[in-house]
């Protein structure tokens, strides 16, 4: 899986979790909702980590909560 897919996912997940929106996630983050989009439907190839910890501080979680996942297990990306 591509780092980027990876993030996708973890991001669905997330939202699952909280029960939140896209444009839940962009009104206490403040990232426009095209970019939290874009990020769900893996349009980026990268995206920028101020973005991340953006969304992070909207769903009420830091980075390395963020990056507990099995998504990001070296195993499972890409190199």
Do not use: W
């Not at 996708?8 to 929106?21: D, N, V």
């Not at 190839?45 to 009420?60: A, N, P, T, Y």
Request: proline share 5%; hydrophobic share 35%.
């Amino acid at each position: 899986m591509q780092l980027n897919q990876a993030g996708s996912r973890r991001l669905a997940q997330l939202l699952q979790e909280k029960q939140m929106t896209q444009y839940q996630l962009f009104m206490t983050s403040g990232v426009p909702k095209s970019t939290i989009g874009n990020v769900i439907n893996c349009s980026y190839d990268s995206v920028k980590l101020r973005i991340i910890h953006e969304m992070c501080q909207g769903l009420g979680i830091d980075l390395p909560e963020f990056f507990n996942s099995p998504l990001f297990a070296e195993s499972n990306l890409d190199p």
